[in-house]
């Protein structure tokens, strides 16, 4: 249901654009957001789009990445420019909930970003 693409590897200072494919269901929860999970840390969100619109960010990405969303192909979007060594991680898309994380059964294959030095 939920499957993110666009990952790899790139020198600080560089972009990449993430792609997530994710299935009607999911995307009809509403918010939808990017999370990440770099080794040894627990799983963060990175950037969440509202469905109406409104974006959100982490104060680490604020101004490096932009999230968008398009309804009509249930398609999320991660722009991410600037990277830096600690934006290194295995970067997932799910759904957002406002009352706690996403179901532990609901994670899709990430993408991973590697951002070297």
């Known amino acids: 249901q939920l499957q993110a693409s666009g990952g790899g590897t790139v020198q600080a200072g560089g972009s990449l654009r993430l792609t997530c494919a994710a299935s009607?269901?999911?995307?009809?929860?509403?918010?939808m957001a990017w999370y990440r999970q770099a080794p040894g840390e627990q799983r963060e969100v990175v950037a969440r789009?509202?469905?109406?619109?409104?974006?959100i960010y982490a104060d680490t990405v604020k101004g490096r990445f932009t999230i968008s969303r398009d309804n009509a192909r249930n398609r999320l979007y991660l722009q991410m420019n600037g990277l830096k060594p600690e934006d290194t991680a295995i970067y997932y898309c799910?759904?957002?909930?406002?009352?706690?994380?996403?179901?532990?059964?609901?994670w899709g294959q990430g993408t991973l970003v590697t951002v070297s030095s």
């Open positions: 009607r269901i999911v995307f009809g929860v509403g918010d």
């Open positions: 789009v509202t469905s109406d619109g409104i974006l």
């Open positions: 799910n759904a957002f909930y406002q009352m706690g994380p996403p179901p532990n059964d609901s």
